[in-house]
């Protein structure tokens, strides 16, 4: 597609259930990232991909943070067991061949726990 | 490893007024510094980057930044505000230009435009 595509766009959740975050990168970029942008912080790296593979998962905040990317195109960030402190946008970035160089950035999803 | 520090997390200017948004920056590598903003519910948008070369790097919207490496400072500045610059302004470093050097960003500054 023309940019990158998160979905939904908000999310509302109870506490203890569990919630799954989309991402669609633009067509043919390879690096896809995670971050989170809590009230107050700035951006927190979540998980870089290359492709289908996670060659860094440095910032999953703890095992009820997971992700995966299929056919080197769409991911899903995963929270099991949602905690009201996972509360936060969600943010992707795709990016092709030049790395930090050439983020995009999706428009997040807006995740409460309740 | 790299990190960044802004000053300031809420800035308050007049119309007209400079604005300065201050950005300290820890590298292990050269680094590449960024800076990005984010309009009310909106995604990021990149205001303006050094990688190498030319230390005052000119951005979008009639922004700059000026890389001192003797001071690990990469401040940002326009000379008159307007009233559309106000939005949160996020100061970043990356270690490289390979996909796996993932940008670092900073807890980010409030610009607060007053007529």
């Known amino acids: 597609g023309a940019g990158v595509s998160q979905s939904p766009s908000n999310k509302v959740t109870e506490k203890g259930k569990d919630v799954e975050l989309r991402c669609d990168p633009i067509s043919g970029h390879t690096a896809l990232y995670w971050y989170r942008q809590s009230l107050g912080q700035g951006l927190e790296f979540l998980i870089y991909?290359?492709?289908?593979?996670?060659?860094?998962k440095s910032g999953l905040p703890s095992d009820r943070f997971s992700a995966e990317r299929t056919g080197g195109s769409v991911s899903t960030l995963t929270i099991q067991r949602t905690q009201q402190e996972d509360s936060a946008v969600y943010l992707c970035?795709?990016?092709?061949?030049?790395?930090?160089?050439?983020?995009?950035f999706g428009s997040g999803t807006r995740l409460t726990v309740v | 490893a790299q990190s960044v520090t802004q000053l300031g997390s809420h800035v308050s200017v007049s119309e007209g007024a400079l604005v300065l948004l201050r950005c300290n920056y820890s590298?292990?590598?050269?680094?590449?510094l960024f800076w990005y903003v984010q309009y009310p519910n909106q995604g990021l948008q990149l205001l303006l980057k050094?990688?190498?070369?030319?230390?005052l790097v000119k951005g979008i919207n009639g922004f700059e930044a000026e890389f001192k490496k003797s001071e690990t400072s990469f401040h940002l500045t326009k000379p008159s505000a307007h009233m559309s610059d106000a939005a949160e302004y996020f100061c970043?470093?990356?270690?490289?230009?390979?996909?796996?050097?993932?940008?670092?960003f900073g807890s980010g500054t409030r610009l607060s435009i007053r007529p």
């Open positions: 970035a795709s990016s092709h061949d030049r790395g930090p160089l050439g983020y995009t």
């Open positions: 050094y990688t190498t070369g030319a230390t």
């Open positions: 590298s292990s590598v050269p680094p590449y």
């Open positions: 970043a470093v990356s270690g490289g230009y390979s996909s796996a050097s993932k940008i670092i």
């Open positions: 991909f290359q492709g289908n593979s996670a060659p860094d």
